[in-house]
């Protein structure tokens, strides 16, 4: 079993409704880790979700807070909400830079996953600008300069490069189509576990004494439907993955 922090996957939406002379608002709130979550917990695992709010306020900013968890999920959560806590934005306050924390964590022996969406490693526009943080370090892979998203409204399937690794074990024949992904390239000492349309999609590597993944696509909805989130291989997949970061080799192999 390993405790878990998931920070990120969640949204707010503001609508204007225009109706002839008259309009009005109205606003939603969505999150996007359900599916997610539920795989960890199948395999034992225990997981605390911060969402995009809360993470802005509490996410950890110390080696004592962060070593409350085994592993780090990032996942739609652009790198000004942890960089720009509101004490610093709103009231000019120092205070600790998080993704500093947060690499030196990693360096010392923590697991960090990143998984892909519109505010993951670069992210529409640029706009969640991890190229430009101490987590480029970290990461097991190169980002772009600028959007890096890359739209598959047909559908693109995945394919296993690797199936003995623990976090593939087990995972066998065709991936269900994903509709997008980031384009990432693998850093030269990491290892492509599947690529998608000849684009690594599910990549592993060291930093320091930790281990760390990223995954081009998303958790859910929309770049992973539900004939994705459905698949037998999605629960087994992020299990894995969650006992893989954290260290837990039951499995007898790294």
């Known amino acids: 079993m390993a405790r878990i922090l998931v920070a990120g996957e969640s949204w707010q939406v ?6 002839g002379f008259d309009s009005f608002f109205t606003a939603d ?3 996007g880790v359900a599916d997610f979550r539920a795989a960890l917990e199948s395999a034992g695992h225990v997981v605390e979700f911060q969402p995009n709010h809360v993470a802005a306020a509490k996410f950890p900013d110390t080696d004592t807070a962060l070593n409350e968890f085994d592993a780090v999920v990032l996942s739609d959560i652009g790198s ?5 806590p509101s004490a610093t934005f709103m009231r000019a306050e120092p205070r600790p830079n998080r993704l500093v924390a947060l690499r030196n964590w990693v360096a010392n022996g923590g697991g ?4 892909g969406g519109y505010l993951s490693f670069q992210g529409i526009e640029g706009k969640a600008n991890y190229r430009a943080t101490p987590l480029a370090e970290v990461l097991p892979v190169e980002l772009e300069l600028g959007d890096d998203r890359q739209e598959a409204p047909q559908g693109a399937v995945a394919h296993l490069t690797e199936t003995g690794h623990p976090v ?3 995972i066998s024949g065709e991936w269900p189509t994903l509709l997008g992904f980031q384009r990432l390239v693998a850093k030269q000492d990491s290892q492509v576990l599947a690529t998608i349309d000849g684009w690594p999609l599910l990549v592993i590597g060291r930093f320091g004494k930790g281990r760390v993944l990223a995954f081009a696509s998303d958790m859910g ?3 992973a439907p539900p004939g994705f989130t459905e ?8 299990g894995q993955a969650a006992t893989w970061l954290a260290g837990d ?6």
């Open 14 to 19: 503001f609508s204007t409704h225009t109706k």
């Open 29 to 31: 709130y969505g999150e």
């Open 80 to 84: 000004n909400t942890l960089l720009i």
């Open 112 to 115: 960090l996953a990143m998984i």
């Open 168 to 170: 593939t074990a087990g």
């Open 221 to 223: 909805p929309h770049w």
């Open 231 to 238: 698949w037998p291989g999605y629960t087994r997949l992020w």
């Open 249 to 254: 080799f039951k499995m007898g192999q790294e």
